[in-house]
């Protein structure tokens, strides 16, 4: 029997005003996994006056009692581990590894943000005039617009509330079509049972098909006073554009074309571990995912044979079995889209190494490739499957050359047991984050996740995001009466 879930708006579950709803599918099964209501732009503007209603009153909180919901969150998120895996598998054909470290750094997200919540915010500024005090505050914003993927849905849904919530603001969430449980119903779930108040966090979930006009509306209505999105740069595009005609900040979270850079240094044997990780995990399915495997050409024979052979042993399907790595993808239509990319990439001179065909329904193998040319359309986009391309290098002008020749820029690995080097290449990639001897997927709560280029702007973590979610405001204190010339 397929779950039932509502609109939560102003604390009260409630269903989209026309009635509507739309189905969840699971990616493995095909099957119904639940039926959630369908919002239309009636139902956004009540969210949004609900946030609105919520906000004086959850910005007035006093900064402990803000933190203890937080904390207390956190502390509940923990033990939903089995709940989470569940909804995962069925949601978005999440493994049970992925799902339990979702909920790990998700209740760790929560953590720091109760953290950031009564961290020194501002500055004592020097005055110009004689016995004036000048302060640089943060204040909270109010209303803030929130696009929660699929893909890491716990984390990613937490992010994309935690810190805005922190900062005083409050928020509506628009979850994804592919996982709106497990990325936003799920975690509004968890805050309210920690004590969160009614109306400062709303959730709207919509059917695919209005996902365009529920993200207009919602970016568009006056009382939103920032936005922050993560997915895919074509989508963040039409979201951007949206914040700046309204003249509203942006967080964009985007994609990635990454690069894992193995330098002659290596060792062969930890690369051929980090790269595997970095590739597979989540089937390829995340923003920090190794696209791109640069080996330096003195390493380059026994990485690829070690590496294949290691990939060719992945078990894929699915997702509730312990030991599957490759679950399946989002949709069967993503399988298709992956496989599309790689028949073009052999279609154009590329090798297959392993891997490659039709996929099973949503389950794609664990594939790789070499020799892929440019012209290959696998070369430049992101492929977001369980798909990478090896590719050897001479020398490390050569290795910063090909990291760099993408329009993304989000994150980078460079394997090499000599940190001098990785550091001296690292400086030279254009990402915003990079990781020397270690692989590209990694997160940190209290670090500034985010990218450049085609990758996105803007920061989540740590201080970045209560930065990102507040205004710096200029407040001057006279001790003493000012003298004016008329």
């Not at 599918?25 to 009540?46: F, H, K, L, M, S």
């Not at 380059?300 to 990939?311: D, P």
């Not at 696998?378 to 492929?383: K, N, V």
Request: net charge negative.
């Amino acid at each position: 029997m397929p779950l039932t879930r509502e609109l939560l708006i102003g604390g009260k579950h409630v269903p989209a005003a026309s009635g509507r709803t739309t189905e969840d599918i699971n990616p493995y099964t095909g099957e119904v996994y639940a039926t959630v209501a369908a919002a239309g732009p009636q139902d956004v503007t009540r969210a949004v006056d609900a946030a609105d209603a919520a906000f004086p009153e959850w910005a007035a909180l006093a900064p402990f009692a803000r933190r203890a919901i937080f904390l207390k969150a956190a502390d509940l998120l923990d033990v939903r581990g089995e709940q989470v895996a569940e909804i995962m598998a069925h949601e978005a054909g999440g493994t049970r590894p992925w799902a339990y470290f979702n909920v790990a750094l998700a209740a760790n997200i929560l953590r720091e943000a109760a953290a950031a919540i009564t961290a020194p915010r501002g500055e004592v500024l020097s005055a110009q005039e004689a016995g004036t005090l000048g302060l640089a505050v943060r204040e909270s914003l109010g209303v803030v617009a929130a696009f929660a993927p699929w893909n890491a849905p716990v984390i990613l849904g937490v992010r994309a509330v935690a810190a805005p919530l922190a900062a005083g603001n409050t928020v509506v969430v628009k979850p994804s079509e592919d996982a709106p449980i497990a990325c936003a119903l799920l975690v509004a779930d968890v805050l309210r049972e920690a004590g969160l108040p009614d109306g400062v966090l709303n959730v709207v979930t919509n059917a695919p098909q209005d996902a365009a006009e529920i993200a207009e509306v919602l970016i568009a209505d006056p009382r939103v006073r920032a936005v922050n999105f993560t997915g895919s740069t074509g989508v963040g595009r039409i979201i951007g554009t949206h914040a700046a005609t309204h003249l509203k900040p942006a967080v964009l979270e985007l994609g990635g074309k990454n690069a894992i850079i193995v330098l002659d240094d290596a060792d062969v044997d930890y690369a051929v571990d980090a790269v595997t990780f970095s590739v597979f995990m989540n089937s390829g399915q995340i923003c920090m995912s190794g696209d791109r495997i640069l080996v330096h050409e003195a390493l380059a024979e026994e990485f690829t044979r070690k590496f294949t052979a290691k990939v060719a042993s992945l078990r894929a399907g699915d997702p509730a079995h312990p030991h599957t790595v490759v679950g399946p993808l989002v949709a069967a239509s993503a399988a298709r889209r992956v496989a599309a990319l790689v028949k073009d990439a052999v279609a154009r001179g590329a090798t297959v190494l392993t891997g490659g065909g039709e996929p099973e329904g949503a389950v794609h193998p664990a594939t790789v490739l070499t020799d892929v040319p440019k012209d290959a359309d696998l070369y430049y986009a992101e492929a977001f499957g369980p798909v990478c391309v090896i590719e050897a290098f001479a020398d490390d002008d050569t290795a910063v050359a090909v990291a760099n020749d993408t329009d993304n820029g989000l994150t980078c690995g460079i394997i090499t047991e000599n940190a001098t080097h990785g550091l001296a290449v690292g400086r030279r990639v254009r990402t915003g984050i990079v990781h020397i001897n270690d692989q590209s997927v990694a997160d940190e709560p209290h670090a500034p996740f985010g990218g450049v280029k085609a990758s996105g702007y803007g920061r989540f973590g740590g201080r970045w995001g209560i930065e990102a979610f507040s205004n710096t405001r200029w407040v001057t204190i006279a001790t003493q009466q000012a003298h004016y010339p008329f």
